[in-house]
């Protein structure tokens, strides 16, 4: 047999590309020996062989071979393996105390190895033979754990813009390959590089995806030419209420973002089968890390953050976690600034040798100055095109829209034997917004004069709770001789809404555009009031089998059970009443070509109520939809690299699309609409070579109404991303990267507002791209510089045109960052 014996020296830390094996196992015994250092071959003190010694490991997920390796060099012992044994194989990785023997076996789970001790103290990774299999969990090399954490889907250690696997589709961790949907994950290293500290910032970078920042603080994201509505948090969440982000969500508490692209019913149950957007918080370590960063930039921009993460005892089985931000910015908009901060503490116990509780509770505040509430005019009253200055502001600095996001929640894993696992979370969260805003109103503008715009006051308070819990267990179960996966779970979710808003005096005032804006006067707030109430609730029932019906063929077949219902009175007293009871199906199948490429198709429907209302404020009834997804997955350079080909069929009927706003009730209405959306997306992402990480997508579709015509012409039907990062191999501490947004035209008609000769007018954004750039240089292993420039060629653009209104994108911007390891 052909074989590799290993230790600290003997390969590179980082090999990618498929590797020769050795001539013979001794020379590779001799040349380990005569590198190794004597300390390395050392037994530990009190003459405890090193391989009985527990002690720590920090291996990331990777290729098995390089896991392996990693485990040998850093324990000093001696391993031999053949390399057709581990080809192609991945390991979940291994972070915490362990024995060499221990480390070992938890790397090789899930594949039919073994590693066997030699009488010298070396290890030999052998296949296991049929009549052991059975044996595995009693007898297989018993563990001797001290304290260890599984956490094999964390990134913010790997330094790489690819993963190894993703749960948002089937809580099960599948590769990207094994995925039957197209899923993009934003790493923690690639939002470190490119400065996306919020998630605006996140999903403008992902394929598929398109933002409208509808105002200074409130945000609407669509994938696929629908609104995204299915927000999670480690897997678990409810849609929004009202379908729109209020706020500047930072990333600091996370440790990457998924984003699973089609519809999700099997997990969501409700939502537009637009995307699920997963955030993923990071969690404590099993040994100590910390960071300080400071970020000044363009518009006074100053930011600091804090991360710190250990044990909390002598023997690591308590770990914790404590994170804080601040930051505050002005804007290139005039009177608007922002300040935020954000505190989150995690603590993990293992209070069992397989039960693990974590805790947690996280905190936000935006504190924002000079709120857009509504843009600016896209149109003069003839139907010409504005063009204010980029800076134009139409709100006062006394406008805003205070927000805070408070959560805690807690969660019990617990491994059941035999490959199951259990899992429980409860969480519970306050959002609380106030505000006192300032809106334009009225008719366009008169382009020679400036008239025809009003103003519009108003106050915003808002309570809303959200109550969540979630029980999930997953494992194998062996039928007609193979092995297959099930997952079942129950989620229930109440989310109380309280909001009421007060007018103010002197609404309707006549100004002059852009002149007479901001400097509109706080009004004494005697208005009219109105206030909502009311109470959505949720229970579902969901499983799913994934069946190995063959060695290249998966089956994923799975179903949501969901209850909705709704109870309350909305603004004008209008009754907030609903229920509904949908059973969702979930299909999906992978069948491998080859060892590298694979092709699959999904299937699933969804269900979901909606909070717009038509212009009588009645409800305008659930959505229904669907999804299908064809397409060809490839996996190369051992898992570093993966790319995906997909086209995509995606109906919802009575859709709500908005069609205006009603001054004298003060609210937005909709009408409704059947559309279809069909097209194809490209993607690649991971590693090209140790010193190239890349992730670029392109998306392409056509939106069409129930009568074939275009609909939702404000989405871009041609979008693609770039986000690439190069080591300087002549200056291996520098980085250089880039990120590239192009979209397509978009356009939008007034729906309240026809011209002067009775023709619609029309509102149009060209087709335009934002270039960024990043250099990053390492002077230590603790201190770093970070600078980012955003915008490059200072591109002026319109933000949205989700609505008639809309502010203008960000001109060109940097900043620098310094960042201190402890």
Same mark, same amino acid.
């Given at each position: ?91 979940? @990785? ?6 060499? !023997? ?9 594949? =039919? ?25 009693? %007898? ?74 509808? !105002? &200074? ?44 692209? %089609? ?27 910390? &960071? ?77 100055? @000079? ?106 179960? /062996? ?41 509109? =006067?706080?009004?004494?707030?005697? @208005? ?51 229920? /509904?009871?949908?059973?969702? =199906? ?42 299908? /997804? ?34 004298? @009730? ?14 194809? /997306?490209? !993607? ?139």
């Amino acid at each position: 047999m052909t074989a590799r014996r290993l230790r600290a020296a003997s390969r590179p830390a980082q090999p990618l590309f498929r590797r020769s094996p050795l001539a013979a196992g001794s020379l590779a015994t001799c040349l380990a020996l005569s590198l190794a250092p004597a300390t390395l071959l050392a037994q530990p003190q009190g003459g405890r062989p090193a391989a009985q010694a527990p002690r720590a490991f920090n291996i990331p997920p990777g290729p098995l071979d390089l896991a392996l390796t990693t485990l040998a060099r850093s324990a000093g012992v001696l391993l031999s393996f053949d390399p057709q044994l581990v080809q192609g194989r991945h390991s979940a @990785g291994l972070e915490g105390a362990y024995t060499v !023997e221990s480390g070992l076996r938890h790397l090789l789970a899930g594949a =039919p190895l073994k590693a066997v001790a030699q009488a010298d103290g070396s290890f030999v990774i052998e296949r296991v033979a049929a009549d052991e299999v059975a044996a595995l969990p009693v %007898g297989y090399l018993p563990a001797v754990q001290v304290q260890a954490r599984n956490a094999p889907l964390q990134t913010e250690k790997s330094d790489r813009y690819g993963v190894i696997a993703t749960s948002t589709a089937t809580r099960l961790a599948l590769s990207p390959r094994e995925t039957p949907q197209s899923v993009t994950v934003v790493t923690r290293a690639r939002m470190d590089d490119f400065g996306l500290l919020n998630a605006n910032d996140v999903l403008a970078n992902t394929t598929g995806v398109s933002v409208d920042v509808v !105002e &200074s603080d409130r945000t609407y994201f669509n994938a696929r030419g629908f609104d995204i509505s299915n927000f999670q948090v480690d897997g678990v969440g409810m849609p929004f209420t009202n379908g729109d982000q209020l706020g500047d969500i930072d990333t600091a508490l996370f440790d990457r973002v998924e984003v699973l692209r %089609g519809a999700n019913g099997l997990l969501t149950s409700t939502g537009n089968p637009a995307a699920t957007v997963n955030y993923v918080r990071k969690r404590p370590t099993a040994s100590f890390q910390g &960071s300080v960063g400071l970020t000044l930039g363009s518009w006074n921009k100053r930011r600091a953050e804090g991360d710190v993460s250990g044990p909390l005892n002598e023997s690591g089985t308590v770990r914790g976690r404590a994170i804080v931000m601040a930051q505050r910015n002005e804007s290139f908009m005039d009177h608007y600034a922002l300040t935020k901060n954000l505190a989150a503490g995690l603590i993990e116990a293992s209070i069992g040798p397989r039960t693990t509780l974590t805790l947690g509770l996280s905190r936000q505040a935006n504190r924002p100055e @000079g709120t857009a509430w509504g843009g600016l005019p896209l149109n003069n009253a003839d139907g010409s095109p504005t063009d204010y200055p980029r800076s134009t502001a139409a709100a006062p600095r006394w406008s805003h829209w205070d927000n805070t996001d408070t959560t805690g929640f807690a969660e019990l894993t617990h491994a059941l034997g035999n490959g199951w696992n259990a899992k429980a979370m409860a969480s519970y969260r306050l959002l609380k917004a106030d505000g006192k805003l300032f809106s334009i109103s009225g008719a366009l503008p008169d382009r020679a004069t400036g008239a025809g715009t009003e103003s519009w006051t108003s106050t915003q308070l808002t309570d809303e709770t959200q109550k969540l819990f979630d029980a999930s267990a997953s494992g194998p179960v /062996e039928l007609l001789g193979r092995r297959h996966d099930l997952v079942v779970g129950v989620n229930a979710a109440r989310v109380h809404n309280e909001a009421s808003y007060q007018r103010g005096a002197g609404n309707g005032t006549a100004m002059i555009a852009p002149d007479g804006w901001g400097n509109y =006067p706080e009004p004494a707030w005697t @208005g009219g009031t109105g206030s909502a109430d009311f109470i959505n609730r949720r229970e579902s029932f969901y499983a799913m089998a994934r069946l190995n019906l063959a060695d290249p063929w998966k089956l994923l077949l799975g179903l949501n059970h969901t209850r909705m219902r709704s109870e309350g009175l909305g603004f004008r007293a209008v009754p907030r009443v609903y229920q /509904e009871s949908k059973t969702v =199906p979930y299909v999906g199948t992978v069948v491998d070509v080859d060892a590298h490429h694979s092709l699959y198709a999904s299937y699933t429907t969804i269900v979901n109520p909606q909070t717009q209302v038509d212009a009588r404020q009645a409800l305008l009834g659930p959505i229904e939809g669907r999804n299908v /997804e064809l397409g060809a997955k490839g996996e190369w350079l051992d898992g570093e690299l993966n790319g995906s080909f997909a086209v995509f069929r995606t109906t919802q009927n009575n859709l709500a699309e908005y069609a205006g706003f009603d001054t004298d @009730g003060g609210f937005s209405y909709y009408r409704r609409i059947d559309a279809t959306a069909k097209g194809f /997306e490209l !993607e690649m992402s991971g590693r090209l070579s140790p010193d190239w990480d890349l992730t670029a997508g392109y998306t392409q579709l056509s939106i069409e109404d129930a009568t074939g015509a275009d609909a939702r012409t404000f989405v871009p039907r041609r979008t693609a991303r770039l986000s690439a990062r190069y080591r300087v191999p002549a200056l291996p501490q520098l980085k250089l990267g880039a990120t590239l947004r192009w979209q397509s035209d978009i356009h939008r008609v007034n729906g309240t507002q026809a011209a002067p000769d009775g023709s619609a007018i029309l509102a149009r954004q060209p087709g335009y791209a934002l270039l960024g750039l990043m250099a990053r240089y390492d002077f230590s292993d603790r201190l770093s510089a970070h600078l980012l420039l955003n915008n490059v060629t200072d591109r002026k653009y319109l933000a949205s045109l989700y609505w008639d209104q809309s502010l203008l994108g960000a001109g060109r911007s940097g900043q620098l960052t310094l960042n201190w390891k402890l």
